[in-house]
């Protein structure tokens, strides 16, 4: 059987009669009147095969159907709400995965600091590691395995189609007897 699809509206509108156990209250409080929320509500019922309020001339309730239902759409409610937000994240970089690999080299009092700076500044964006040599980093960014890689630079390193930028710089000095 298929599954119909409930639009967002009637679940708010299921919430807000959930909240004020009143018809009425509900559509003042989502600035309608009365009969539009008594109609979608029934139509959500319909929609869903259940009862989610028993109601009286005296009283609306949830039955056991409204009462579980409730929680989860809250949190769909919330999840919608926060969707806008989501997205401009994502578009700015600020939520995702990050695929970085690094050579063995770099230094591992060094690796920590920089991924600690790292998710101090984008705590949404989850950071994967992978040690591989320059090579492998090269051969991986080309498929689209990473997404970055720390090696060691040499002299006239210059991958097609890669952009580099220095990161650190290790001073070396050459200690003879």
């Known amino acids: 059987m298929k ?4 639009d967002l509206r009637a679940w ?9 156990l009143h018809f009425g209250r509900a ?4 600035h309608m009147t009365q009969p539009p929320v008594t109609q979608a ?5 319909r929609t869903l095969g259940v009862r989610l309020f028993d109601r009286t001339q005296r009283r609306v309730a949830l039955t056991p159907a409204g009462e579980a239902l409730l929680p989860d759409v809250r949190e769909l409610l919330a999840r ?13 970089g600020e939520v995702g995965r990050v695929r970085l690999a690094f050579v ?7 690796l920590p600091v920089w991924v600690r700076a790292f998710r101090a500044q984008c705590p949404d964006v989850a950071l994967e590691l992978v040690e591989a040599t320059g090579d492998v980093q090269l051969e991986a960014l080309a498929r689209g395995d990473i997404d970055a890689g720390l090696m060691l630079h040499s ?4 991958p097609v189609g890669l952009d580099s930028l220095p990161v650190s710089t290790e001073p070396m000095v050459l200690a003879l007897p």
């Open 3 to 6: 599954e119909a699809l409930v």
């Open 12 to 20: 708010r509108q299921f919430v807000a009669v959930a909240e004020e």
């Open 27 to 30: 559509a003042a409080r989502l």
């Open 41 to 45: 509500i029934a139509q959500l019922e």
């Open 80 to 92: 919608a709400h926060a969707l806008p937000r989501r997205a401009r994240a994502a578009a700015a």
């Open 104 to 110: 063995s080299t770099i230094g591992f009092e060094r």
């Open 155 to 158: 002299p006239g390193f210059a």
